[in-house]
């Protein structure tokens, strides 16, 4: 998944497998307000911010290459090793600098 935010609104999309139910307006506000945006006086405020969602059903061709990774399909590492190490390629990100640096 990936996220985007601009004045006030986030944007959450992308692709994923799950079987749960998840409510990604709450868990998204949620998130926000932990990570201390829950004040318009602070720039962004987790409380009233507009949240679209655009999430879809992970293709079967990523999930191949993301649920197992090769090294374990091969035998070459043991699946606690591979699970310690992630998948790689995937991560988050929130916010910009607070203040800039003096020049």
Same mark, same amino acid.
């Given at each position: 998944?990936?996220?985007?935010?601009?004045?006030? /609104? @986030? @944007?959450?999309? %992308?692709?994923?497998?799950?079987? +749960?139910?998840?409510? /990604?307006?709450?868990? @998204? =506000?949620? @998130?926000?307000?932990?990570? %201390?945006?829950?004040?318009?006086?602070?720039? /962004?405020?987790?409380?009233?911010? #507009? $949240?679209? $969602?655009?999430?879809? &059903?992970?293709? %079967?061709? *990523?999930?191949?290459?993301?649920?197992? +990774?090769?090294? +374990?399909?091969?035998?070459?590492?043991?699946?606690?090793? *591979?699970?310690?190490? %992630? +998948?790689?390629?995937? #991560?988050?990100? /929130?916010?910009?600098?607070?203040? =800039?640096?003096? &020049?």
């Amino acid at each position: 998944m990936r996220d985007s935010y601009q004045d006030g /609104f @986030v @944007v959450l999309l %992308g692709e994923i497998t799950t079987r +749960a139910v998840i409510n /990604f307006d709450v868990l @998204v =506000r949620k @998130v926000v307000n932990e990570i %201390g945006y829950d004040n318009s006086e602070k720039g /962004f405020d987790g409380n009233s911010c #507009g $949240v679209l $969602v655009a999430i879809a &059903r992970q293709s %079967g061709d *990523i999930a191949m290459g993301v649920d197992k +990774a090769l090294e +374990a399909k091969t035998g070459e590492m043991s699946d606690a090793e *591979i699970e310690a190490i %992630g +998948a790689g390629d995937q #991560g988050m990100m /929130f916010g910009l600098p607070a203040t =800039r640096p003096q &020049r």
